[in-house]
């Protein structure tokens, strides 16, 4: 089962659990019908704002899309063991601001309140993209290759070993400066 199907599985299930239709859960997210079918049959390669906006309207935290909540208690992930991978085309569905290959380090963690990840940035496919805005916060830490971060008005460039933490209600894009991928360690904290 591919990362999308798996992921629009999840949805599927838990929006069926709570006896609603796509188009109530597409009422409720604030989001078309037609994206959440496409998201539940694995036609549309899951963006993080949508499923941010999904998991608050079914109540379930993102990590019940990303992963599978299985430990209790603290979670080990050793060097070069990333648990999984989990893609995303841009922040928004419809985007050409490049490929967030996500590898979560807290997989396992029963009932966690941060999502940590090691995310590899591929270069934006072409500038001028919309923003993406939800709520929550992000820490970034460049670990390699230099990102641009688009906060409002502002554009921040971060070098290795430098760092943003930020209210993700501000519209805000996270991609690759130039033409190399890079790589980073980013939190994200989306209340429900």
Known sequence: MTNAN????????????????????????ECSAAIIAGLEQGELAPSLTPLIKITRA????LGTLLDDDTQLGPVIT??????????????EIAS??????????????TSR??????????????????LSSHEGEEFIYTLSGTIEIEYGKELHVLEPG???????????????RGDQDARILAVVYAPF
Do not use: W
Request: with cysteine; charged share 25%.
């Open 6 to 29: 798996r992921i629009g599985g999840k949805i599927t299930t838990i929006r069926e659990s709570l006896g609603l239709s796509q188009e109530q859960l597409a009422e409720r997210c």
């Open 58 to 61: 079914l109540g379930v935290r």
């Open 78 to 91: 050793r060097c070069g063991e990333s648990n999984g991978i989990s893609r995303v085309k841009s922040l």
């Open 96 to 109: 050409d601001a490049g490929a967030l290959d996500f590898f979560s380090l807290a997989m396992n963690k």
């Open 113 to 130: 309140h941060m999502e940590p990840f090691v995310i590899n940035v591929k270069p934006a496919c072409k500038a001028g993209t919309p």
């Open 162 to 176: 430098d760092s943003i933490y930020y209210d993700s209600i501000v519209p805000h894009q996270v991609r690759a």
